[in-house]
């Protein structure tokens, strides 16, 4: 039987494999079926944090995507805000999941008050698309830019503050709009602080990977 092949993009650029296969250790006891590879963008030091490395961003997504595809099954942008996720799944001959839509959908199942924590100025696109319709409570932790600042002492407590304000203006769930929450494991930092439930944008992922590869 042959294996299907998951391709992650990672969109922070590292010479590192280790890190750029972060996100690929937490998914694979989640999809043990399949094969997963990662890869990283070319230039892309900071990652995705504001517009300007969005639209730097999305060429090189596009250019990776199309030259992997015919090596795989299934395509991930592990990032989200999704960047270039719509375009790719018009295009491109295989299934293509975001982590944003992916956060988003599974904040959606826990009531009608989602936090929403990211890195930018507000939350990505995505996410009022598919919480259309529910109160969102949006906060960029107070001295973050990109999503190195998470893995700073600064960075964190700056996360735990706009997490507990969240709650304390009625949300339901915590949604984590940034990959690099993952990689920090904001989820275990929050969880002495919050009983809420806290979504990991790549956990989610493997949810909507397993739909997408067994539609027929």
């Known amino acids: 039987m042959t294996i299907a ?18 996100h690929q ?25 504001d517009a300007t490395t969005f639209a730097q961003a999305l060429p090189k997504i596009r250019q990776m995507a199309n030259q992997w595809q015919h090596e795989l099954d299934l395509l991930m942008i592990s990032c989200a805000a999704d960047p270039g996720v719509k375009m790719l799944q018009s295009e491109l001959s295989i299934p293509v ?44 932790p107070e001295g973050i830019h990109c999503t190195h600042d998470i893995q700073t002492p600064a960075g964190k407590q700056a996360i735990i503050a706009a997490a507990l304000e969240c709650e304390a203006l009625g949300a339901n769930v915590i949604a984590l709009a940034c990959t690099g929450m993952a ?31 067994t539609l027929p």
């Open 5 to 22: 092949k998951i391709g992650i993009i990672r969109v922070v650029s590292s010479n590192d494999q280790s890190f750029i296969e972060t």
């Open 25 to 49: 250790r937490l998914l694979q006891p989640l999809l043990p079926d399949y094969e997963l590879a990662s890869r990283a963008l070319p230039d892309q030091p900071e990652g995705i944090h």
């Open 97 to 140: 999941v975001g982590a944003g839509e992916s956060c988003a959908r599974k904040a959606a199942r826990y009531g009608d008050h989602i936090a929403i924590l990211g890195i930018e100025a507000d939350a990505p696109a995505i996410f009022y698309e598919i919480l259309a319709g529910k109160t969102i409570h949006y906060r960029c």
């Open 183 to 213: 990689t920090t494991d904001v989820a275990a930092l929050l969880a002495p602080h919050t009983s809420l439930t806290v979504i990991n944008p790549v956990l989610a992922a493997a949810e909507l990977i397993n739909i997408r590869l």
